[in-house]
């Protein structure tokens, strides 16, 4: 059996969770999202074709197309790409520039215009 401050503290809880439902219950419908992460695959005439097949294609506006290359292909990717298909990195160093070799700092990224990780 609940003790009389339990119970308040279950009704107040339930309240503020039927707000919070009801709040977020008129938040737009969100966009379908494709990612799709290349892993250590491709060559650069594998890339090439990719990226033809992808700028010829027809996406849905309801649609957000997202495609993670291998480091190496990023930047030609990122420059060759259409603009409503984004492109990400598969990995982001987790500390600021510096003699990390073979890392990719954040703001590596972001300096190409890769805005997802």
């Known amino acids: 059996m609940l003790s009389n401050s339990a119970r308040v503290a279950v009704a107040q809880s339930a309240k503020a969770g039927a707000r ?3 709040a977020s219950s008129k938040v737009e419908a969100r966009k379908f999202f494709v990612g799709g992460n290349w892993k250590c695959n491709g060559s650069v005439s594998q890339v090439n074709s990719l990226i033809s097949m992808l700028n010829q294609s027809t996406l849905s506006t309801d649609t957000e197309v ?3 290359p ?3 292909y ?3 990717v990122q420059e060759k790409l259409r603009g409503d298909v ?3 990195a598969q ?3 987790v ?3 510096g003699a990390f070799t073979g890392e990719t700092s954040a703001d590596m990224l972001s300096d190409m215009g890769v805005g997802w990780v």
């Open 20 to 22: 919070a439902f009801h």
């Open 66 to 68: 997202v495609v993670c």
């Open 70 to 72: 291998s480091q190496v």
């Open 74 to 76: 990023l930047q030609g």
């Open 86 to 88: 984004k492109v990400g």
């Open 91 to 93: 990995d982001c160093w």
């Open 95 to 97: 500390q600021g520039n």
